[in-house]
């Protein structure tokens, strides 16, 4: 199956012409996630595969997607460049429940006082991304770390098992606390 998901506003969307051959399936238009809501979906299909499948398919992948940054926000997580996180999402879409899972016990070991921040890390050198759950909190230093190491120890297994990376770590940029 061939897919591609791609994001446009309602203006770009009307200057989009499908392939010969194409149509586009167009989903989210109803009640999109308030993160979402100024952009469509556009799922380009090829002939052979079913509507069905193929809308069923990529517009759950989509609202996994969507669930997780609300969560996080739900979270009180600040969130950055929310289009790249969403790419490394698509290609990483088992990661959506262990995010959900380590944010949440992450938020819940360090409180409300802390400021959580949900980034996709791009190294400038090579060309690798991954996200980063990073924390800045006006603890001492070494307790930041004893929680962190506690969170690692309790989600080592499934940080083995997901198909992307995820560095949890102390966020040592000035931030208003």
């Known amino acids: 199956m061939l897919l591609t998901v791609q994001t446009a506003t ?30 469509l979906v556009i799922l380009t ?13 990529s517009v759950s992948i989509v609202w996994a997607v969507e669930d997780v940054l ?3 926000m739900a979270l009180d997580i600040r969130i950055s460049r929310t289009s790249n996180i969403r790419d490394y999402f698509y290609s990483h ?11 949440e016990t992450t938020r819940d070991y360090f409180g409300d006082s802390a400021v959580l921040t949900f980034e996709l890390y791009k190294d400038p050198e090579i060309s690798d991304s991954f996200f980063a759950l990073l924390i800045n909190d006006r603890t001492e230093p070494d307790l930041i770390l004893t929680k962190i ?5 309790e989600y080592e297994r499934e940080f083995s098992e997901i198909s992307g990376w995820l560095m949890l770590g102390r966020d040592y940029r000035k931030v208003g606390l």
């Not at 203006?11 to 100024?38: C, H, M, Q, W």
């Not at 052979?48 to 809308?55: A, I, L, W, Y």
């Open 10 to 39: 309602l203006d770009e969307y009307r200057n989009i012409k499908p392939a010969p051959g194409e149509g586009y399936n167009i989903g989210g238009s109803g009640g999109v996630s308030t993160l979402f809501k100024e952009f």
């Open 45 to 57: 299909k090829t002939e052979d595969v079913p509507d069905e499948s193929v809308e069923d398919e």
């Open 70 to 72: 609300e969560y996080l």
């Open 93 to 103: 879409i088992d990661m959506v429940g262990f995010v959900k899972r380590l944010s």
């Open 149 to 153: 190491d506690r969170i690692m120890e």
